[in-house]
């Protein structure tokens, strides 16, 4: 790959020159040509590769060319499929020979393929309408070297900013990967999810069949939807009303159930257009919450929403933003940028996410302060993840144009006696 995009970067050298053009190397560096072979390569190797592509795309956003962002995004939702041979060597070995007498039909043509297993949809004998999500061959035991080794490959291809810092990305990737890896868990969630939001008809989940699910292959209730970002051509009502169930149930993730799905990918959420709920898949990166987290979460925005940055110290402090040893001016950089962050709870009449440009502002003063070799403050790794699903649903409503009163949902999870 690196020696593909030495040899395109020489022969648009030549063009330029030949018309009189004097090219910078970032220019010719970051073509579109360049960054579709990066995303080819990740998408061939899959597993660990795809994770970073998706992490990357979905943190990165404007700090990336945008060849390369609009490119690496397609990761999070598209990958190479398995040959149909490997998909019967995963069955066989995870279901033994002779598993194809208990299906009516199984589609070999996968339903979706992501970073680390593709969907299938089959029907049993027995009558069951089934998605069967089979795991790639290998995944677990590679993961931690793949992600090393595409973390290299990004940089060698020159594709990203000097001054990014990946690293917690990586270390997101690896534990992340590790927990999707394990299928058993991820349908165990399934089912607690379930439980949790049996009082709430809106969403709609899968329900996991415990006969057929392994540590490799996972079997669920197939479930009809069309993806989330197609809303965007809905009406604004219910744009609106999709991302308040979205918010609602973060805040009860965190408040109430003290469980977090950590995994804003887009193409973890569908939308049912005929009984209009809201579609919830892969809990593969679902993490508890510890109580003092949710407490310390629950006390930033009540601090945000009352303007109170005495309280919002106490509980970026509580949370790990902030340390005994933070200068004065570091702490008073880290609430601004909380602050605006947290910027749609503090809006009492909602906030209009299709006219914000809230992520680029928060991502552009972190940067700066991440430049700052005086800084070394990081959290710990369960409130990154909690930061970033918020920053995720934000990006899903910047998307979708949706208007939504956070200030009011918060108040009424507050009322209701969450996060105590």
Known sequence: MAAGIAGSMMAEGTRQLARGNLPKVSDLLLT???ARRVADELAKLRGAAMKVGQLVSMESGDLLPPALADILGRLRSDARAMPKKQVMDMLVASWGSGWEKQFKHFTFTPLAAASIGQVHHAQTVDGRDLAIKIQYPGVRESIDSDVNNVAGLLRLSGLLPKAMDIGP????????????ANYVREGNYLQRYGALLADAPQYLLPHRHA???THSVLAMDYVRGVPIETLAESAQAERDRVMALLFSLLLREVFEFR?????PNFANYRYDTHSHRLVLLDFGATRPCRARMSLDFRRLIKGAMAADRVAMSEALTGIGYLGASTQDKHQQAVLD????ALEPFRQENGYDFGSS????????RGMALGMDREFFQLPPADAMLLQRKFGGLYLLAIRLKARVNLHALAKAAFASGNGR
């Open 259 to 263: 469980l977090v799905q950590t995994d």
């Open 32 to 34: 579109p040509a360049n």
């Open 357 to 364: 440009d809230l992520p680029a502002r928060v991502r552009a």
């Open 211 to 213: 006969d057929l699910t």
């Open 169 to 180: 990305l990586l270390r997101d990737a690896k534990r992340q990967l590790h927990d999707e």
């Open 337 to 340: 940028i909380a602050e605006q």
